[in-house]
């Protein structure tokens, strides 16, 4: 099969296109161990990662869409082997509880409703930490923890999180009120392992590096802003932009990329753009993803260069539907 189109809208014609479907791209494939790998650290970023671990002081990272705020917390995690990064995705229904642990009281009664014995002592099955919680047990080495889009929250979230970074511990009431009788319970931890709370409460060894990321679509409270220190992520230039395409498609990819980023750069000046959106359209638009045969960057064919155009649009659309107008 040379067509580079798997898909042809043929269904009363099945066929066994997928089995031509080349790899993913490397940003799209899912390894966990590889995430990061790729990434471009500028000069103040490098800076400002350092002083956070120095300080043991929260990182809060703004910037448009696309920009490398996630990103940056897997880099640090990869390059300075810290383990998997504990992620907290913030919604508006987003709470502190839910970010220290969550305990399953309706099933504990359920389970005691069903047996003669007192399962006191089994309390732990039902309570599993979550990432900020998992991120302040006890370690010889930080654990990363990324809190993304923290400006999505609630209101009162910045100003819950307050005393969690400036103590470094919290307390399960669940478990407190019975260490007269139970002083080390065992529970699960938000990474599929299994932790051991000494008398209700953890308290971190080493503080984390926590990410917070932000799209700066409001303002935290003073507070909050004094206990972190503050990354804004600019765009990447266009030599910038040439190295993460590098980074990701190979130096052989380049000179055919150059047109590409080169449109993007232009494009960008009339709404925001993500970087990623490029390296879609360099994969697609050049022969890393086999569909030379339609979409040659040399070709002079008029109705090939049309529908390359055609595509590029298409893969590189504003963020917001009110931009570039």
């Known amino acids: ?164 970074f400036e103590e470094g511990q919290f307390e399960i009431p669940e478990l407190a009120r019975i260490t007269e009788k139970f002083s080390k319970i065992t529970v699960q931890t938000y990474d599929n392992r299994t932790a051991t709370i000494i008398s209700g409460y953890v308290q971190c060894e080493a503080f984390p590096f926590v990410i917070l990321t932000s799209n700066g679509e409001r303002e935290f409270p003073p507070a909050f802003l004094r206990r972190c220190l503050r990354l804004d992520l600019r765009e990447p230039t266009p030599q910038e932009l040439e190295a993460i395409v590098k980074a990701h498609l190979g130096d052989s990819i380049i000179e055919q990329a150059k047109p590409i980023i080169e449109k993007f750069v232009n494009l960008r000046k009339k709404g925001d753009l993500a970087t990623d959106q490029l390296l879609n359209a360099i994969y697609m638009l050049t022969n890393t993803a086999n569909t030379s045969d339609f979409l040659m960057l040399d070709s002079q064919d008029e109705e090939k260069d049309q529908k390359k155009e055609k595509l590029i649009e298409r893969l590189l659309q504003y963020l917001s539907s009110t931009e570039g107008i």
């Open 1 to 164: 099969m040379t067509f580079w189109k798997i898909f042809q809208g043929t269904p009363e014609k099945p066929h066994n296109g997928i089995e031509h479907l080349p790899e993913p791209p490397n940003w799209r494939k899912f390894d966990k161990k590889e995430r990061g790998i790729t990434y471009q650290a500028r000069g103040e970023e490098i800076e400002l990662v350092n002083a956070a671990l120095y300080l043991r002081r929260p990182l809060l990272v703004t910037g448009k869409p696309g920009t490398g705020k996630s990103s940056l917390a897997y880099a640090v995690a990869k390059e300075l082997q810290l383990g998997k990064v504990l992620r907290w995705n913030i919604t508006t229904r987003s709470t502190l509880q839910q970010g220290l642990y969550r305990y399953d009281a309706i099933g504990r009664l359920q389970d005691a409703q069903g047996s003669s014995k007192d399962n006191l002592g089994e309390i732990g099955k039902y309570i599993q930490l979550g990432p900020l919680g998992t991120a302040l047990l006890p370690s010889p080495n930080p654990k990363v923890l990324l809190i993304d889009e923290i400006d999505k929250s609630d209101i009162d979230l910045p100003n819950d999180l307050l005393n969690i």
